[in-house]
T-cell receptor, first 111, second 113 residues
Framework: ELKVEQNPLFLSMQEGKNYTIYCNYS?????LYWYRQDPGKSLESLFV?????AVKQEGRLMASLDTKARLSTLHITAAVHDLSATYFC???????????FGAGTRLTVKP | NAGVTQTPKFQVLKTGQSMTLQCAQD?????MSWYRQDPGMGLRLIHY???????DQGEVPNGYNVSRSTTEDFPLRLLSAAPSQTSVYFC????????????FGPGTRLTVL
């Protein structure tokens, strides 16, 4: 059974600090997706990682993928309040739209 | 372009009632999916489609039916609503090929009493 595990599930950080969210998955997959969800809103795509060693950056967020370790990370640099949201990772290992999500990491950035 | 639209935004049902959640897209995407989101459980895939006339079950398909007669529409039917189906439902679409991001609709909040 395909499992996607994120940790931590809850993260409270101070503005200006750095932190990393981890996403482990149980089945080989060469692609991984990160999404952001604001409270009461829909999901917004952040990154699509397509191969081993892929790294993508957007502003204070950087995502990477290690397909051999079945691990993706989402690194937050110098957090700001606007980054407060829930972050989800997802995999589609069979490339057939059968996409599975992690439980999400609820990030709160405090001033 | 409207992107991905879902109707209704909110719905309250009584146990045993049936209803259809609508999802429409104008992006000409082949792939469409239905998810439910429950607190602490992330998104779980209910059914998905890779093109008109083709559907398949996801992780939690029981109690739901889908059909895909056109590229644009992918309705989700609740056959006999149960309180366990109280959730927020999201429709999502993307281009075929597996390397493309998904676009999500605004969601439908369903309460079953």
């Amino acid at each position: 059974e395909l499992k996607v595990e994120q940790n931590p599930l809850f993260l409270s950080m101070q503005e200006g600090k750095n932190y990393t969210i981890y996403c482990n998955y149980s089945t080989t997959s060469d692609r991984l997706y990160w999404y952001r969800q604001d409270p009461g809103k829909s999901l917004e795509s952040l990154f699509v990682l397509l191969s081993n060693g892929a790294v993508k950056q957007e502003g204070r967020l950087m995502a990477s993928l290690d397909t051999k370790a079945r691990l993706s990370t989402l690194h937050i640099t110098a957090a700001v309040h606007d980054l407060s949201a829930t972050y989800f990772c997802a995999v589609d290992p069979y490339n057939n739209n059968d996409m599975r999500f992690g439980a999400g990491t609820r990030l709160t950035v405090k001033p | 372009n409207a992107g991905v639209t879902q109707t209704p935004k909110f719905q309250v049902l009584k146990t045993g009632q049936s209803m259809t959640l609508q999802c429409a897209q104008d992006m000409n995407h082949e792939y469409m999916s239905w998810y439910r989101q429950d607190p602490g459980m992330g998104l779980r895939l209910i059914h998905y489609s890779v093109g008109a006339g083709i559907t398949d079950q996801g992780e939690v398909p029981n109690g739901y039916n889908v059909s895909r007669s056109t590229t644009e529409d992918f309705p989700l039917r609740l056959l006999s609503a149960a309180p366990s189906q109280t959730s927020v439902y999201f429709c999502a679409t993307r281009l075929a090929g597996g390397y493309n991001e998904q676009f999500f609709g605004p969601g439908t909040r369903l309460t079953v009493l």
